[in-house]
């Protein structure tokens, strides 16, 4: 098996649509495909897939935040995906390990990552990858701002 992690291209589309939906975020390749000209035009952000013998099998979203009180950035991963055929075989760590090398040079100071609690899976990684579930320490809000 011959896995590469790189930056997503426009054709990627259609096959990232598909992984959304199994993270639970249904998307059409042209939504994905519109989202992906926004991203690479933003150089805080960063797209990559998981390329697996020259299938896209995994993608992850870096945005680096900057904090005028931190005077550093935070690296935010906003989706980690793998396909259901391929999980367990490092896919997930390894799109987790280039995202933050991203973070570094866009010069972030730390990673967040955020997941809801049911995804156990995805949880057990972020821990042996070192991320440390802070959500005691503050609350996280929402408000749909909706016109």
Do not use: N
Not at 120 to 137: I, K
């Amino acid at each position: 098996m011959a896995v590469s992690i790189r930056q997503a291209r426009g054709a990627d589309a259609p096959r990232m649509a598909e992984l959304l939906g199994q993270l639970g975020y249904p998307a059409d390749a042209e939504r994905v495909r519109a989202g992906l000209r926004d991203w690479h035009a933003d150089p805080r952000g960063v797209v990559l897939v998981a390329d697996v013998d020259g299938a896209v099998a995994g993608l992850a979203s870096l945005y680096a935040v900057p904090f005028l009180e931190r005077g550093v950035s935070r690296g935010r991963l906003t989706a980690l995906v793998v396909d259901g055929a391929y999980r367990g075989q490092g896919l997930g760590r390894a799109l987790v390990t280039h995202a933050e090398e991203a973070a570094r040079r866009l010069g972030c100071g730390d990673m967040e990552i955020t997941s809801a609690r049911e995804r156990a899976v995805a949880l057990g990684l972020y821990a042996r990858l070192g991320y440390v579930d802070t959500s005691g320490d503050a609350a996280r809000l929402l408000k749909p701002l909706d016109a």
